[in-house]
């Protein structure tokens, strides 16, 4: 999670297919591209990809933007009592990531007595 969605993610719309009306499935190639640059993981990872792959809520994808990126941080990071140790990669496809962002997401979690 981070604060500010890429440009990459605003311009692109993620590919799934439909399941039903409110759910739909992400191709594990087209999902794996994303998540896996280019010889940052072994071929037996990729192999459970298919196995491991579910179906996710269309609301959730539909509204994330609008509707969960604006408050994550007031609403459910500002709960967490517990330590927390958050980064973003340094190429990470779905937000920005550098140390400004980063910032601004650890002191989200105001109240984890713990941050690293």
């Not at 739909?24 to 087209?30: A, G």
């Not at 994808?61 to 408050?71: D, K, R």
Request: proline fraction near 10%.
């Amino acid at each position: 999670m981070g604060n500010t969605q890429s440009s990459f993610m605003k311009s692109t719309p993620p590919a799934f297919i439909n399941i039903d009306t409110d759910h739909v499935l992400f191709p594990p190639d087209k999902k794996d591209a994303i998540m896996f640059k280019p010889e940052t993981t072994v071929p037996k990872i990729l192999e459970l990809c298919d196995h491991l792959n579910a179906v996710s809520p269309l609301p959730e994808i539909v509204q994330f933007p609008a509707v969960w990126l604006p408050v994550w941080k007031e609403k459910w990071a500002a709960q967490v009592s517990v330590p927390v140790m958050f980064t973003l990669v340094e190429d990470d496809p779905f937000f920005i990531a550098n140390k400004d962002e980063l910032e601004i997401c650890v002191q989200a979690f105001k109240n984890s007595f713990k941050l690293v």
